[in-house]
């Protein structure tokens, strides 16, 4: 059944009045990701400085996943937010109780490390299994994620239709479960931080004139096969690429510097008709299809000029 899609919302004048001279960025002394994320922007950075804005107010990132561009912005103020409560919860911990999640976290590498292959995979697959059985909140819960992270297959986070983490073991000689230096850092880093976790609409409703918001969502399919959409148990397709959509074409109303990463697809490139749309070339190894893997192009969409 073939979906019918909103009509496109004309852009204002904003993508012409907003003109923004490239930004030296101050970016904070060896913080990066405490999470690898598939799709994650560690890589892109060196093509992303040059669209972000000159100067801005506030930060919003409504889809934070690894939070690199966060990082690398390191922004005076923030609003960050993902759907994954897990995700979030795990960035509060960091923020709030980092000597504690150093102390599960060095107990776990210690573990690992004292087991032959055969045994790390055991254990991976036995913590796998308490980490989906642990209510939210709980500390150990944030160490499972972290060590399910470092050694599971690819840096991937996926969940079942039941919201099961359900990731295989990934065989790493050495995965490196802590890193005490660089959790301390994202912990100092986070201070005074909000964190949430709401839909990407709420997400962005209390953000004004000069905020600068990073859209970084599941991004659109580049074929039927390859959705790569669900590391939440709910998908992101048309329905909700339009919705953002029309979130973004309401913050350029609003006046805010507006930035999206998104997948090179004719269904992007029209649905954001009236915008600036810029190319960046991404390493991408997940992908069943040859066309997903290796060089790939990405949009990056702005409301101002470059």
Known sequence: MTKTLAPIQTARTYSITMTTPKKTITRPNGVKPFLKWVGGKSQLLPQLRDFYPRTFKRYFEPFLGGGAVFFDVKPKE????????????????VQKKPDDLVNLLRRLQDKYDRQSEEGRSALYYEIRSKYNDLSEGDLNKTAYLIF?????????????????????????KNPAILDESNLLAVSNTLKGVSLNALSFEKAVAESRRGDFVYFDPPYYPLNGTAKFTNYHEKDFLEEEQVKLRDIFAELDRRGCFVMMSNSYTDFIGKLYRGFNKHTVLANRAVNCKAEGRGKVKEYVITNYKI
């Not at 609003?79 to 509060?92: E, G, P």
């Not at 039941?162 to 065989?171: A, L, M, Q, T």
């Open 78 to 93: 923030a609003f960050l937010n993902d759907i994954n409560t897990t995700l979030i919860t795990a960035y509060k911990h």
């Open 148 to 172: 399910l992270n470092k050694t599971g297959y690819n840096g991937l986070y996926r969940e079942s239709s039941s919201g099961g983490f359900n990731v295989p073991f990934g065989k790493y």
